[in-house]
């Protein structure tokens, strides 16, 4: 398969057209879902009828994460109080997807309110990863990553609260970017004082992911942060030369966990390959490791399924009846203190950045985890930690605000391994800048399962 541009292209220049693209789209999700169950709400009839936007991506398909609102389509939050819902408005995300030209096939699947680190909900079930089925896509862009992964779409969009495009991209074998904070608008709503979580992409190609970050980013009124405009498109960084890097790589997460020695043996083959490429390589670890780092972290997390208007918390999953129950209890002033704790973590954090130029680490502590891993445990509690132990590295980046991406760099046991990198503050440019010539040396896009149909 082409990549998203190249498939634009190919719609611009009359090789194909919409219409053809989207049939053979179709034709791959009804042979690749059943297995996968990427998709929870489909919308190819009004597909069919859409004309598409004159755009980056004019004519190509796209799913939407199903915690996004889109107008007319069912948007569910995995969640059963909401299996009905059907929003009036787009979210700006939504609408500066579709004014890029891209047409909307429906709602990739998540876990409820993206709460955990694996794609699997009591309403839409489990996602599998097209790798291995028994296994987890990996976290709440699940869906997504395993549609992308299987060859149905070249590119879909995922959000990262806690490192939910990077997880599905390491259990993958794609390319995924959270981006800054700021960089893409929450509107209409805000996604927390921390602004914990951006939109961003799961792709095959660097390039792809530029160009859709070009196409989301930005500035909605009223935003409560937001980061300054690139110099130029982050397309044009794609390709161009990263210069001599100063690059540290480290094993150590933020909230210590055992990590798989096969996963740490990836990133140290991955320092070697930045090392032969050029730049500067150190073995350093920012000021970031704190065992009560998950705790505090909880405290802000715990909201997400408090502030849903759900009617009865018996029609939520048991995680989320634990976390909205401990969050009711909390005070202002303990979450007051949690914000804070943090945002003196950050910037003790993000000081480390004016050392190097990016951080090295595993994307993940562990190979994708088994379908249920997560939710073996009774105990609510139990199941968070699961997940904590699943994804040490990821987190600490949504709250230092930088942004990061996931590489793919290696196959484990017939299963992919990413790595992550971690730019400073506002520098998606010479991540990307950084990803594309990894890219070059090293390609992953073969390596990826084929195309069901």
Known sequence: MNDALALAAQIRSGEISAGELLDTTIERVEAANPELNFLVTECF???????????????????????????????TFSCRAFADYVPAHDAAVVRRMKEAGFVVIGKSNTPEFGITAVTESELNGACRNPWDTSRTPGGSSGGAAAA?????????????GGGSVRIPASCCGLFGIKPSRGRVSPAPYTSGSLELSQSGPLSVSVRDAAAFLDAIAGYEPGDAHWAAPPQRPFLAEVGADPGRLRIAFTAEPAVPHPVDPRV?????????????????????TPPWVDEELLQVFAQ???????????????????????????ARETSSVTYAHAVGAL????????????????VLTPALAMLPVPIGWVFEPEDPWEQFLRGGQFTPFTPIVNVTGQPAASVPFGVVDGLPVGVQLIGPPAGEAMLFRLAAQIEEAHPWAHLLPRPST
Not at 50 to 75: I, N
Not at 343 to 358: H, K, L, N
């Open 343 to 358: 945002q003196r973590a950050a910037r003790r954090i993000v000081g480390f950045w004016s050392e190097v130029d990016v």
């Open 45 to 75: 009839e009004q597909a069919r009828g859409a004309t598409p936007a004159d755009g980056t991506f004019a004519g190509v398909p796209m799913l939407v994460k199903d915690l996004t609102e889109t107008a007319g389509l069912r948007t």
């Open 148 to 160: 992308v992964a299987a060859g149905v779409l070249p590119l879909a969009h995922g959000s990262d």
């Open 300 to 326: 802000l997390w715990q909201l997400t399924p408090a502030l849903y208007p759900v009617p009865d918390d018996a029609l939520l999953t048991p995680l989320n009846r634990a976390l909205a129950a401990t």
């Open 264 to 284: 740490v043996s990836v990133m140290r083959s991955a320092a070697d390959a930045l090392a032969a490429l050029g730049h500067d390589v150190v073995e350093r």
